[in-house]
């Protein structure tokens, strides 16, 4: 299936309709009258002792969806050498995502330190996330390429995966780029973090 179709495919999945947000899914992994086996606070904190980078993934403006879209996204991954994949995950409710579907394309932008309040800015929902914030556009996509990121990843979409009430997003890299003197924005145990030098 080339770009073109997985991103059709992916927009069929969320409903050919005007922009909406999946509905939160009904998941039970134990009956009714039974506990669950991991609470969801007890999740957070253990995970959440797993530091990961920090990124904003962004996508071109559509005619119908007006300007660009991005939310910040702190699951991300690379997945494949051959051919060149990486993947991300959002939530099935989020608004952003469909437009990212209907754009069939991407740009993951790593943060680098100090750029914790633009993430914090791509954390709202509603808000004009790109008021005051200098980008270009990404080589082949047109995505937003964020000035000041440490790297930055231009995709188009590969496929999509359901995974509990989260979906997996693979990308096919299609241009990639790096500022090798860039320290990245950490994200551990709630709040963000810089590399130390041990």
């Not at 991300?76 to 409710?93: D, H, M, Y």
């Not at 069939?104 to 932008?109: R, S």
């Not at 790109?130 to 964020?146: I, K, N, Q």
Request: glycine share 12%.
């Amino acid at each position: 299936m080339g770009h073109a179709g997985a991103a059709a495919a992916a927009v069929r999945y969320l409903g050919a309709g005007p922009v909406e947000a999946l509905p939160r899914p009904e998941l039970r992994c134990v009956r009714e009258d039974e506990p669950a086996p991991v609470g969801q606070a007890e999740f957070r904190r253990v995970l959440g002792g797993f530091a990961t980078g920090v990124t904003v993934i962004t996508a071109p403006g559509a005619p119908d969806t007006g300007g660009p879209a991005g939310f910040a996204c702190q699951s991300f991954s690379s997945l494949s050498l051959e051919p060149p994949l990486v993947c991300f995950l959002v939530g099935r409710a989020s608004t952003t995502w469909p437009r990212i579907a209907r754009a069939g394309a991407f740009c993951v932008n790593v943060l680098s330190a100090g750029q914790d309040e633009l993430c914090r800015a791509f954390a709202v929902s509603g808000a004009d996330k790109f008021a005051g914030v200098a980008y270009d556009p990404a080589p082949v996509s047109g995505s937003p390429r964020l000035a000041g990121a440490a790297a930055w990843i231009d995709c188009a979409v590969h496929a999509v995966h359901t995974g509990g009430d989260h979906l997996i997003v693979v990308g096919r890299v299609a241009a990639l780029g790096a500022d090798t003197a860039a320290e990245p924005l950490l994200f551990h145990r709630g709040r963000f973090a810089r590399l130390r030098d041990h």
